[in-house]
């Protein structure tokens, strides 16, 4: 199952890692699919706390991921960095 339909049946909390990295990469190349992508981005990093923050330039070096992609992937992350800023305010 693609990792988006997954997540509209079974819920974002279904979702593996890569397949969550897979929505945002969006697409693939001829010979291998978003899923691929970000497999090879977490096989690379580790995890996503290590992946998270990297400089675009390490991100691109990635099979599958150019600058638009690397791009995405930063304002996730920067997106999640300031949910938990303002979650950590309000406390």
Same mark, same amino acid.
């Given at each position: 199952?693609? *990792?988006? =339909?997954?997540?509209? %049946?079974? #819920?974002?909390?279904?979702? /593996?890692?890569? %397949?969550? !990295?897979?929505?945002?990469? #969006?697409?693939?190349?001829? /010979?291998? /699919?978003? !899923?691929?992508?970000? $497999?090879?981005?977490?096989?690379?990093?580790?995890? !996503?706390?290590?992946?998270?923050? =990297? *400089? !675009?330039? %390490?991100?691109?070096?990635?099979?599958?991921?150019?600058?638009?992609?690397?791009?995405?992937?930063?304002?996730?992350?920067?997106?999640? $960095?300031?949910?938990? %800023?303002?979650?950590?305010?309000?406390?």
């Amino acid at each position: 199952m693609k *990792p988006g =339909r997954r997540l509209v %049946e079974l #819920g974002a909390s279904a979702c /593996s890692d890569a %397949e969550i !990295l897979a929505i945002l990469i #969006g697409s693939g190349g001829a /010979s291998f /699919s978003a !899923l691929d992508c970000a $497999r090879d981005l977490l096989g690379r990093f580790g995890t !996503l706390s290590e992946l998270m923050g =990297r *400089p !675009l330039g %390490e991100l691109a070096c990635v099979r599958g991921i150019k600058a638009a992609r690397a791009v995405r992937i930063a304002a996730a992350y920067e997106l999640s $960095r300031r949910l938990i %800023e303002q979650l950590h305010q309000s406390a």
